[in-house]
């Protein structure tokens, strides 16, 4: 098998690759890149060089928006920082919305300067915006605004849930996605458990007849 060639230093348009990331699961090479925006994004040998991927998403967001007049943003509904904005505005807003109670309905809101889209947009692409990452709330209570959200991943955005289930473990508080993580043990699996009435005791029991325990008590 020929070895792929080391892209790490080269620039493709806005990316940089900084290092090997591992293979697709065709086999195909892949790339940890660095945006000139300062995200991160893996991206496949082939599609670096044929020029398929020129930034981290970013770009095609800034063009999109750059051809949109004043008066037709609405057509920036194709992309995914749209929805993202609109779904909040929904949620908190929409009395219909199947999640307004959790939003709207407990006082949650947009503050004023996001209920202008392209404000929202500035912010996300600011700071840290990519398509794999979710709007997230550091105060679960507080408003969407600037100084109470990130761009989280799923297993931050977790941790960050008001139903966040947690449980006493060997003394500590823990949450049942941290003891996932801990003792490589499904989160799905722990999740089962507490949802089909396990006991608390009987549920850290199962965690301590893991053999990950064992060899993390070692």
């Not at 991927?53 to 800034?62: H, I, P, R, T, W």
């Not at 709330?137 to 931050?156: F, H, K, L, M």
């Amino acid at each position: 098998m020929t070895r792929p060639a080391n892209l790490v230093g080269q620039r493709f348009s806005r990316l940089v690759v900084v290092k090997r990331d591992g293979s697709d699961k065709w086999g195909s090479a892949t790339w940890m890149c660095k945006c000139d925006c300062g995200n991160e994004t893996v991206i496949r040998t082939t599609t670096l060089r044929n020029g398929g991927a020129q930034s981290c998403g970013c770009l095609n967001l800034e063009k999109a928006i750059s051809r949109c007049p004043d008066n037709a943003r609405h057509k920036l509904s194709r992309t995914r920082l749209y929805r993202v904005w609109a779904g909040m505005k929904s949620r908190c807003y929409n009395k219909n919305h199947k999640d307004y109670a959790s939003y709207g309905g407990r006082g949650i809101k947009l503050c004023d300067e996001w209920l202008v889209s392209d404000n929202f947009f500035e912010w996300a692409l600011k700071n840290g915006y990519s398509d794999d990452l979710t709007i997230d709330r550091i105060d679960v209570n507080g408003e969407y605004e600037p100084s109470n959200c990130r761009w989280a991943n799923t297993i931050q955005q977790m941790r960050n849930r008001t139903i966040t289930i947690k449980v006493l473990f060997d003394g500590e508080e823990v949450t049942l996605q941290e003891l996932s993580e801990r003792y490589n043990i499904p989160y799905a699996t722990l999740y089962w458990r507490y949802k089909n009435n396990f006991s608390q005791e009987r549920l850290i029991e199962s965690v301590k007849s893991h053999k990950s325990y064992e060899k993390r008590k070692e």
